[in-house]
């Protein structure tokens, strides 16, 4: 991305066919590519084979837009957006009376993320005490257990 910003190869590939058998699922998302715009903004778009939008899709959201701010930390750039594109996206029938639940509930604003002051070099340096998050609020937590 520092060197070749314009690329459309920022792509990471998590699909191991090798590794299938050896998993209890196969990954659901399962690549990323980020798109740097204007030389100055990161987009970083996810592509899911499979989305269970009760229990992973909120995950891969948090997940995703943390990957992004920190690859932008190291590259100098703006993060931007997160693009989802789930594949079979669905809802078990045991999680729709939480995501009823759920939908009653007023959303809070947005939280931001920042990082601590050290110097990142690599995406490795990154600890989980580096990200810091600000204006985090929620709602008590909604059970829901999760679909085999």
């Not at 592509?47 to 190291?74: E, I, Q, W």
């Not at 005490?129 to 937590?141: E, T």
Request: one cysteine or more.
């Amino acid at each position: 991305i520092k060197r070749n910003p314009e690329s459309r190869r920022h792509l990471v590939d998590s699909w191991d066919p090798s590794a299938i058998e050896k998993t209890p699922l196969p990954p659901c998302h399962f690549a990323y590519q980020f798109i740097v715009e204007k030389r100055k903004y990161l987009s970083c778009i996810v592509y899911m084979r499979s989305c269970d939008a009760g229990l992973g899709l909120p995950f891969n959201v948090a997940s995703y837009s943390v990957l992004t701010h920190m690859v932008a930390k190291l590259t100098g750039l703006h993060p931007r957006e997160i693009i989802m594109n789930p594949g079979d996206t669905h809802v078990y029938k045991t999680h729709i009376p939480s995501l009823l639940s759920q939908t009653e509930r007023d959303p809070y604003p947005f939280p931001t993320i920042s990082f601590s002051s050290k110097k990142f070099e690599t995406i490795d340096d990154f600890t989980y005490d580096d990200i810091i998050l600000h204006n985090y609020y929620s709602h008590p937590p909604i059970k829901m257990e999760m679909a085999i």
